[in-house]
């Protein structure tokens, strides 16, 4: 899909017109080495969340960006609590998007891996039960699972009293997922960034004031400042920004 809201340029090299899918997908493309890239929609205050879902700050032309951004992962990570209150459902593509991964050498579908250290998961919410692809559940060692999450879900144990990141991240790295895009919520992207496993930040920035109450696209405690360089800025033509920043490509990637 490449037309809607046309979507151009502006930072560092200003376009001379809108993009078309396949520009935006350069733009986005996969990384040489194993990469964690995080996506998420803000107001321009700051806040995550418009009448408290993500969905209210998310208009056509970050949706466009979302679902390419899903068409180059190999995972997608996101936290049980995110998949509960946003209502995920099955991660499918569309016909066009499924040939363009089938071109590539890669699975047609990116796999879910879902963060839980409770396992407080629903075998039947369709984001599991609906899967083409069988989920993968980062936990903790004690945590008892559901009846059927084991059916419809591949249990990875990692950490003892929280789910240690690095070591899950690791596993999925071993199992071929080297290239994951990060959903969310709030609280795993602050406990990314405090483990240093954050190779870019894709942020789109909606023109509206949300006003005092919601939180920001991070949560949890103080961590470290990361510095996080701007590769570019787009622009559509109903004032949403989208802001791309990641690691220098000469960085070594963060240690498992």
């Known amino acids: 899909m490449s037309g809607g809201t046309p979507i151009a340029r502006v930072w560092p090299a200003p376009g001379t017109g809108p993009l078309t899918d396949p520009q935006l997908t350069a733009l986005y493309d996969r990384a040489t080495q194993p990469h964690l890239r995080v996506n998420f929609v803000a107001s321009a205050d700051g806040a995550v969340t418009l009448d408290d879902y993500s969905a209210g700050l998310s208009g056509e032309p970050d949706k466009r960006v979302f679902g390419l951004l899903r068409m180059l992962c190999d995972g997608l990570l996101v936290a049980a609590g995110t998949l509960r209150h946003e209502g995920y459902g099955a991660v499918r593509l569309s016909a066009d998007r499924r040939a363009w991964r089938r071109e590539r050498g890669l699975a047609e ?11 407080d998961l629903d075998p039947a919410q369709g984001c599991f039960a609906d899967a083409p692809v069988r989920p ?6 004690g945590a008892v699972p559901p009846a059927g999450l084991a059916e419809v ?5 990692c950490g003892t009293d929280h789910v240690d990141l690095a070591a899950g991240l690791a596993e999925v790295r071993r199992r071929g997922l080297g290239q994951v895009l990060c ?45 996080l360089p ?20 000469g960085d070594p990637p963060p240690a498992p």
């Open 136 to 141: 993968l559940v980062l936990t903790r060692s």
């Open 153 to 157: 879900a591949d249990l990875i144990r």
């Open 230 to 249: 701007l590769r570019h800025v787009l622009a559509a033509d109903d004032g949403v920004l989208m802001l791309r920043y990641a690691r220098d490509p």
């Open 109 to 119: 579908f990116p796999t879910l891996v879902v963060v839980s250290g409770s396992l």
């Open 183 to 227: 959903e969310g919520g709030p609280h795993l992207f602050g406990a990314l960034t405090a483990a240093d496993l954050v190779d870019e930040l894709c942020l789109t920035v909606a023109p509206l004031l949300a006003g005092a109450g919601p939180g920001r696209i991070t949560a949890g405690p103080g961590s470290a400042a990361r510095h």
